[in-house]
């Protein structure tokens, strides 16, 4: 039986990728950026486990970014689908067996501030890990004690700041608390996590980064604002606000990086 990394190896057709992007909720727009893309859907690739998520594509895009090879991973397994912190795990190990050497997430989340507001974009600068849980439970190795002082790589996020400064585009800098969901935070909780020191919450991405940094990858991530957190507004939390919002944001962050990974040739 053909390996994932065998059926991605087919897809690339000769190109070389060093950089990878996870696409969050409703971020999906950012794969017509890819140049020559060709999809291989999840449920083609041994090991990869399918999301349940709506506007999550779910599957694997190779191609180019401003001449620069990428993959690109439309759609990403939660910890709350199955319970299951460690559910990227798999994808992430084979991204690094193909020579991915920087991986960039992106998600949709919750604003805690005002200057923040639904349609930003925000650099994430370092992450609170709200869920209870780490992907990295049950590894036996003495791997498993990662630091994570410097999970968001600098020079990365250096590009990234300087891809939107080209664009004319705004970016908030700001650290992003992990909830495991899939309830949506109550105000109760958004208080309290802008007394801890967030600025954004939501429901993915950490666990990633804490397996990209166990895997030697280089990591950063930004998530686009479709709402402000509960207690914020008055108004109830939905997931179709949330589909409905991404695009906004997800069009300044496709033009973002699109230049960022274009200057990483």
Same mark, same amino acid.
């Given at each position: 039986m053909k390996t994932a990394s065998d059926t991605i190896i087919e897809a690339l057709n000769g190109l070389v990728p060093r950089v990878a992007l +996870?696409?969050?909720?409703?971020?999906?727009?950012?794969?017509?950026a890819v140049e020559n893309a060709v999809h291989v859907p999840y449920s083609t690739l041994q090991g990869f486990p399918e999301s349940g998520v709506s506007?999550?594509?779910?599957?694997?895009? %190779?191609?180019?970014?401003?001449?620069?090879?990428v993959l690109l991973l439309s759609g990403r397994v939660h910890y709350y #689908?199955?319970?299951? %912190?460690?559910? *990227?795990?798999? +994808?992430?190990?084979?991204?690094?067996?193909?020579?991915? #050497?920087?991986?960039?997430?992106?998600?949709a989340a919750g604003s805690l501030r005002e200057d923040l507001p639904p349609g930003s974009v925000m650099l994430i600068t370092?992450?609170?890990?709200?869920?209870?849980?780490?992907?990295l439970i049950g590894e036996e190795s003495d791997a498993r004690f990662v630091g994570m002082t410097s999970a968001y790589d600098t020079e990365l996020r250096q590009r990234i700041e300087k891809a939107? #400064?080209?664009?004319?585009?705004?970016?908030?800098?700001? +650290?992003? *608390?992990?909830?495991?969901?899939?309830?949506?935070?109550?105000? %109760?909780?958004?208080? *309290? %996590?802008?007394?801890?020191?967030?600025?954004?919450?939501?429901m993915s991405t950490v666990p990633e980064v804490i397996l990209g940094r166990f895997l030697g990858l280089s990591c950063a991530a930004c998530s686009v604002i479709t709402?402000?957190?509960?207690? *914020?507004?008055?108004? #109830?939390?939905?997931?179709t606000e949330t589909k409905d919002m991404a695009p906004i944001g997800g069009g300044k962050l496709q033009a973002i990086l699109t230049r960022a990974i274009g200057d990483m040739q």
């Open positions: +996870v696409l969050g909720s409703g971020l999906g727009g950012l794969v017509k506007g999550h594509a779910g599957e694997v895009v %190779a191609g180019s970014i401003g001449g620069t090879p #689908e199955k319970g299951d %912190a460690a559910a *990227m795990r798999p +994808v992430l190990e084979v991204l690094k067996g193909l020579g991915i #050497e920087k991986l960039i997430l992106t998600n370092d992450h609170i890990n709200f869920s209870g849980t780490n992907p939107a #400064e080209d664009e004319g585009i705004a970016i908030g800098h700001g +650290v992003y *608390m992990w909830f495991s969901g899939p309830s949506f935070e109550t105000p %109760a909780e958004i208080r *309290m %996590a802008q007394t801890m020191g967030a600025d954004a919450v939501g709402n402000y957190g509960a207690g *914020m507004t008055g108004g #109830e939390l939905s997931h």
